[in-house]
């Protein structure tokens, strides 16, 4: 019952290595086009030089200074690289150390040994950080991060980039997601992503209410005909804000005017976001919270007189509540909990019951004995009896 | 796992290779060739350019391959990671069970960190969310932290004095904290040699604990002759290394059992669970959603999920004859021998009749349906 199934576990993990590795790829694969390019202008240079000197309209020192040109290029091109090195190294690195991570788990052989609840505390720790990026929690993630000692098992990096876009569609400018769209362009067209065109038809839109129709038209002509193949009805819904003003009561119109689609704008890069860099489209933190809840859920969680208050969903006021719409758990096998102790009640300790119906372990009530004369009291009735009233349970 | 991080580590000599052996530096050595070879002779002109042409095209050859190896390696490898970490974790969640509870999921958040006692991260994230901690909660963690760290400096005088002032609550839950730690007082005493001070804490202190702990008491005056080789007497387990440790458990737990709250934090509990339940729910949810059930809209789950004994909070009984759960209609009940079933079961037992005398499943003892008792858990 106590073993640990790693295999199952660490199936859990995906995106944990999977998105440093894709980062160190792309990372590399930006210096890699680079180089490339490089070297194609580099053979045409040279060619043309030695074409040149060949035809006697470049001297040797006009090709000495030409080839002094080719290497200030390529050094310049170096430096350059010098912040994608960085990145690669870094990722490279993180992958490294993530994988490590994972190796100690395995080397754990219980769920009750000490080295399980530290990797189980710092596994908290990594949804937690998660949780709070996705939301916009920056500081407290990295503050987290740091005094955890866990900075490469998290990635708040890769947030820094996305909360300038995000910040951007709040201010209701589509520029920098514009951009970003294009810098993402094959991997956003793989995932058939469609934020582009909701980008072009927003600043469309944007242009109507000022009813800057000129502008508004010029600016459909250029880019929102390119979509007309997959989104014509978009199109020629959107067209019509040219005839009704801001104010329109008119519904369908109305909706297209209205400013909660810069909201809509919002989730629908954070979920194209996260599907570009393999990161779950949901909180970690609420997959395994259901899970969780889900399982300590008992009928008596909610009726006052059997709360446990060790038991998380006992709680009303925190996850009880979050537990409400959840299943409860199920189970074929019995397992009962001593009131008096929290210890469970087996062939070790085994259950007893007072002449009044009610059952507690042998070891709490040998310790309530020794402790008053022989007497022991039923906490929930009250009720008096001698140790030597009580009698063996058997539950299977 | 660790093949895989081998075959990883290859990869890495890869890049590492290419990382020393510079593209850029290559090609700017070969240029840089070049030109001091036709500053030196400039009448080689043409012939050096040629042969500058050809090294460039073999240099880049060479990067190219190198380059598209790793590149090839890296995308192999992902594509490994794919295989291998398999879980679909997104076919468990119900995407809908938490909306509009944000706040309440934040500040179970909010008041984890204070729980743990990191109180900076706490109050910054309280500052980030816009929620506010309760002063009272914050207070009182802030409190029990430093007696912790005063205990795990072997400083018992503010667990002690907190013990003093709360012996009446402890006292309710049966909780022997105050005398623990004023045993453990006298046993610093003693191990530190000062034994007439041992004595005298022992006179003014033990008194009230008279009754209730004679045994110990009397073992702890007894340990005084064998103060010189404790570790061989009888008595050695009175200084086994883990008292402080328990002793810091021990309050803990009594701490916050006095101002209701649960020993672990309720958060890291459920997380806990919630990742061992994990790989059951998964394949739960994808055997649903293949028979096109939703496994959210059950009352219940339909797999058992086991749970380790310290996540065991509620008595669940399930009858050995049905396999059911107990529940308010159908109680469990005992049979005259001790044996617990459910009362459904009990009734088909004796055809409800409950004058007939039937014979216990587990058991040769007969008895009747009306000497069967309810039991509670």
Redo the contacts between chains.
């Keep these: ?2 073993k640990i ?1 790693h295999e ?7 995106p ?3 998105i440093p ?2 980062k ?2 792309s990372s ?2 930006v210096s ?1 086009k680079h ?2 390019k ?2 194609a202008t ?2 045409s240079t ?2 043309e ?2 074409k040149k ?2 035809q006697g309209n470049m ?3 006009q ?2 200074v030409a ?2 040109a ?2 200030t290029r ?2 310049t ?2 430096r350059k ?1 010098k912040d994608t ?1 960085a990145e ?1 190294s870094l990722y ?1 690195q993180r ?2 150390v993530r ?2 991570h ?2 100690e788990f ?1 080397t754990i052989p219980t ?2 040994s000490d080295d399980f609840a530290r990797w ?2 710092v ?2 720790n990594r ?2 950080i998660d ?2 990026l996705r939301d ?2 920056r ?2 993630a990295t ?2 991060a740091k ?1 955890e000692h866990i900075e490469d098992l998290v990635d708040i990096e890769l947030f820094v980039q996305s909360a300038k876009v995000e910040q951007a569609l709040m201010r209701q400018s589509c520029a920098e997601c514009l951009q970003w769209c294009k810098e993402n362009n094959s991997s956003l067209k793989k995932i058939k992503s469609t934020l582009e065109f909701s980008l072009r038809e927003q600043e469309f839109i944007e242009l109507a209410r000022e009813r800057r129709s000129q502008e508004a038209i010029a600016y459909a002509k250029k880019h929102l005909t390119p979509w007309k193949d997959t989104h014509l009805k978009e199109i020629s819904h959107v067209m019509g804000l040219l005839a009704f003003p801001p104010e329109t009561k008119c519904h369908p119109y109305k909706r297209l005017y209205d400013k909660s689609r810069w909201n809509d704008l919002i989730t629908q890069f954070r979920s194209n976001n996260f599907a570009l860099q393999f990161f ?3 909180p ?13 859920k ?4 909610y009726q006052a007189d ?1 709360r ?8 009303p ?3 009880g ?2 537990a409400t ?13 001593c009131r ?1 102790s ?1 210890q ?1 009640m087996n062939e070790d300790n085994l ?1 007893m ?1 007072l002449p009044n ?3 507690y372990s042998y070891n709490a009530l040998a ?2 004995a020794s ?1 008053n004369n022989g007497k022991i009291t039923c906490p ?1 009735t009250g009720a008096i009896y001698d140790i030597t009233q009580i ?6 | 796992m660790e093949s895989f991080i081998k075959d990883y580590d290859k990869i890495i000599k890869k890049q590492r290779t290419l990382e020393t052996n510079d593209p850029l530096d290559r090609l700017i050595a070969v240029v840089n060739e070049a030109k001091e070879k036709i500053r030196a002779d400039p009448s080689s002109v043409t012939s050096t350019l040629a042969v500058l042409g050809k090294s460039i095209k073999t240099v880049s050859n060479g990067i190219s391959e190198e380059q598209k190896e790793i590149q090839s390696s890296l995308s192999k490898y992902s594509k490994a990671i794919d295989k291998k970490f398999t879980a679909d974790m997104m076919a468990a969640i119900n995407p809908h069970a938490f909306d509009n509870k944000e706040n309440i999921l934040r500040s179970t958040i909010a008041m984890h960190f204070i729980r743990q006692g990191n109180f900076e991260i706490g109050d910054t994230f309280a500052k980030e969310t816009g929620l506010t901690v309760p002063d009272s909660m914050r207070h009182q963690f802030m409190e029990m932290f430093d007696i912790v760290a005063a205990l795990k400096e072997d400083n018992l005088e503010p667990a002690l004095q907190w013990a003093t002032r709360h012996r009446s609550g402890l006292e309710k839950r049966s909780s022997t904290l105050e005398f623990k730690l004023h045993r453990q007082r006298y046993l610093q005493l003693l191990m530190g040699r000062q034994v007439q001070e041992a004595i005298a804490y022992a006179r003014k202190n033990f008194a009230y604990f008279g009754n209730r702990h004679t045994q110990e008491i009397f073992r702890l005056m007894c340990s005084i002759i064998y103060m010189d080789h404790i570790k061989t007497s009888p008595y050695a387990d009175l200084i086994a290394p883990n008292t402080n440790a328990d002793i810091q458990h021990m309050f803990t737990r009594d701490f916050c059992s006095l101002i209701g709250l649960s020993c672990d934090s309720p958060l890291y509990v459920s997380v806990t669970v919630g990742t061992q339940a994990m790989p059951t729910m998964i394949k739960m949810a994808s055997i649903m959603k293949a028979k096109k059930t939703e496994w959210s809209q059950q009352q219940e789950l339909p797999v058992e999920i086991n749970l380790t004994d310290d996540t065991k909070f509620h008595s669940v009984f399930a009858c050995p004859v049905s396999k059911e759960q107990a529940t308010e209609e159908n109680p469990p009940m005992m049979m005259g021998c001790g044996h617990v079933i459910c009362k459904e079961s009990l009734q088909k037992l004796c055809r409800g009749s409950s004058n007939l005398r039937f014979k216990c499943p587990y058991c040769p003892q007969e008895s009747m349906a009306s000497q069967a008792k309810n039991v509670y858990f």
């Design positions: 019952m106590n199934n199952q576990l660490l199936s859990l993990e995906h944990f290595v999977k590795v894709e160190f790829r590399l694969r890699q180089i490339e490089e070297i580099l053979t040279v060619s030089i030695s000197s060949i001297d040797p020192k090709v000495e080839l002094e080719i290497v390529l050094s091109l170096k690289l090195r690669e490279s992958t490294k994988l490590q994972l190796q395995t769920l009750d189980s505390r596994r908290l949804i937690l949780y709070m916009g929690f500081e407290t503050l987290l005094s779950t489209p949901e970690l933190l609420n997959v395994t919270l259901q899970a969780g809840l889900s399982a300590l008992t009928p008596m969680c059997h446990n208050i060790n038991c998380p969903v006992c709680d006021n925190t996850l509540a979050l719409d959840l299943p409860l758990s199920h189970h074929f096998n019995s397992s009962i909990v008096i929290g469970i259950p019951a119906g009610y059952v310790e309530m402790l929930r009698k063996k349970v058997f539950i299977s």
